[in-house]
């Protein structure tokens, strides 16, 4: 009896010293698994710091960041739309807390991006509009923010591959006369300055490649596609990445 006693005593204490931890505790340790590639165990210590501060915008933007890690190859629809659900609503807090810095603008471009894969045509144009709106703001704030160079070199490639009957409704129909502004010759220029600006982050090499292949450069594409293969990962996500540069391989 005594030795449940103590037992249950020691949970208290563990919980009474889990809950004393600050907002900046959980996003150290948010940090370190993210650090590990741990990205289940990142979200939940920067949820938990949101529950210490709901307003901190160093918690809002990695909440974000982690969200889309784990949505971005979630194989349940369900799962999948609530995590991007939840990225975009943190980095609109974000934003709105800190609307001065780029990394919140970054986070939302990029979770506006993700929703607009579960949405229909006009849906989606909205969300492209949005998505470059954040991106440009983004780019305003921090010109050579690797993230948000990478945003828009994919919303221009994006666009140009929109089938014809999708691109007329976004020009003619839903005031998306922005689009005309899409080129191929931007999508290469801002994906060459994402791996500029950060040369050993994997994906910035995987969505280059596929620029060039689209573009018909299959010996620029192949160098790209290699780079990525080589380098060690160090996302979440850097498998799928690298089996995309796999198979943009085997396919040239």
């Known amino acids: 009896m005594r030795a449940l006693q103590y037992v249950s005593a020691g949970m208290l204490l ?9 907002a ?3 996003i150290a340790l948010g940090d370190k698994e993210y650090g590990a590639m741990n990205a289940s165990a990142a979200l939940q210590h920067y949820e938990a710091a949101l529950q210490a501060d709901p307003r901190n915008y160093e918690a809002l933007w990695k909440a974000s960041r982690s969200a889309v890690d784990l949505g971005s190859y979630e194989r349940d629809d369900e799962k999948r739309d609530a995590y991007f659900k939840t990225a975009e609503a943190d980095a609109r807090k974000a934003v709105e807390v800190n609307p001065g810095d780029a990394e919140g603008h970054f986070n939302l471009a990029r979770a506006l991006g993700k929703n607009a894969l579960s949405q229909g045509p006009r849906a989606r ?5 949005d998505v470059r709106t954040e991106a440009l703001e983004c780019l305003r704030i921090n010109p050579k923010q690797a993230g948000c160079l990478h945003v828009m070199g994919m919303w ?9 009957f999708t691109r007329m409704l976004a020009k003619n129909f839903l005031g998306g006369k922005i689009f005309d502004s899409a080129s191929w010759a931007e999508a290469k220029r801002y994906m060459e300055e994402s791996v ?5 982050r994997i994906v910035h090499h995987v969505d280059l490649a596929g620029v060039y292949r689209d573009t018909g450069d299959k010996e620029k594409a192949r160098a790209e596609w290699q780079a990525a293969m080589r380098l060690p990962n160090r996302d979440y996500n850097d498998r799928h990445y690298k089996a995309e540069a796999d198979s943009g391989l085997r396919s040239i």
């Open 196 to 200: 500029a600006a950060e040369p050993d």
């Open 156 to 164: 221009n490639a994006e666009v140009m591959r929109l089938n014809g």
């Open 125 to 129: 144009i909205k969300y492209a509009k």
């Open 14 to 22: 563990v919980a009474a010293i889990a809950g004393a931890q600050t």
């Open 24 to 26: 900046a505790d959980h």
